[in-house]
């Protein structure tokens, strides 16, 4: 969606990430014991790894999650953001994703927010800084031969759930016909701006 600027990305199994971190106790997605540490915001999470900073076990983590992360996002990319009639394309590479998460701690966090179950709720504008963008526009449909196709569609389905429910009925049959014909008619005489 246009508006939501988080994207769900999984899965990354958190107990085995964190396994023998002395963080067990804190890996819930709201506050752990006492303190105000936990996996579901960024604060949370700033919270969890400054704590594990603290015990000397963040370089730990760090190495694990960069190892996991080379696995879980061997594939590249494509992220698709619809707005009404306007589509945006980013295709971002594995590797240039697997480099985003290898900095620092403030820049790791600048990319990812939370947890949510065991997957990983990320910045997607940081995301979308390191991707090539294609735009396709598809308000052009609405003025198009092909936009007769989703009112044939409709037709048609109405139609044949007629006719499924009353198969002796022959004018639903003659219908579905005719309405066949008249796209096949109208596609012979537009088929120039469909080629």
Do not use: C
Request: charged residues 30%; proline residues 1%; hydrophobic residues 40%.
């Amino acid at each position: 969606m246009h508006s939501n600027k988080e994207i769900n990305l999984g899965s990354f199994e958190k107990t085995a990430l964190f396994y023998l971190l002395d963080v067990e106790d804190y890996l819930n997605e709201r506050k752990g014991k006492q303190l105000e540490i936990g996996l579901g915001s960024r604060q949370l999470l700033e919270n969890l790894f400054l704590y594990l900073k603290i015990n000397n076990n963040f370089a730990k983590f760090q190495n694990r999650f960069l190892e996991m992360a080379k696995y879980i996002f061997a594939d590249d990319m494509i992220i698709a953001i619809k707005n009404d009639k306007l589509m945006d394309l980013y295709f971002i590479t594995s590797s240039q994703f697997n480099e985003l998460l290898k900095n620092n701690l403030n820049d790791l966090l600048s990319i990812v927010n939370r947890w949510e179950g065991n997957s990983l709720r990320v910045n997607r504008d940081k995301i979308l800084e390191k991707a090539s963008k294609v735009s396709i526009n598809f308000s052009f449909l609405e003025t198009s031969f092909l936009n007769q196709f989703e009112e044939f569609e409709i037709k048609l389905s109405e139609l044949l759930v007629r006719y499924i429910n009353k198969p002796n009925e022959q004018q639903y049959k003659d219908l579905i016909f005719k309405n066949i014909e008249e796209l096949l008619t109208a596609i012979d005489l537009n088929i120039k701006e469909l080629s």
